[in-house]
């Protein structure tokens, strides 16, 4: 039986920011490719790899965008520095926010469940599954 999976991911940061990822393997063929791209704005430096697990044969590619080949390691250096400033904290796509009466804002601390057990609850009210 033939699978065939594709993946693609994007994460974004202020500054026109993005790293771009997408996977495609092909159990038929063996084929499998990977790519990264990094993005600033309208210059992209992406690498993209591919091997077949049948024939034994690799490749990899890297394309620029609006970027010179020679000027690919400056690019990498400016892309890191931007996006170490957002290490530190969570990533934008996974913040939390409170639903009801947080108007929006981010929640401090470990993230809450939908449903908590008693001992979890803040208020701690309800006693009655305490066994």
Known sequence: M???????????????????????????SGLEQMSIGHHIRD??????????????DQE?????????ESEAAAFDDEWRRE???FRQQRPLEFRRHEASGGGGRRTEG?????????EDSPSRQSRRYDW
Do not use: F, K
């Open 43 to 56: 210059r992209a430096h992406i690498l993209q790899r591919s091997r077949n697990h049948r024939t034994g």
């Open 83 to 85: 996006t170490s400033r």
């Open 60 to 68: 990899e590619r890297q394309d620029y965008i609006n970027l010179d």
């Open 2 to 28: 033939a699978t065939c999976q594709e993946t693609s991911e994007m994460r974004s940061a202020p500054g026109g920011i993005r790293e771009t990822r997408r996977t495609v393997r092909d159990s038929d």
């Open 110 to 118: 470990p993230p809450r469940l939908a449903i908590q057990a008693p």
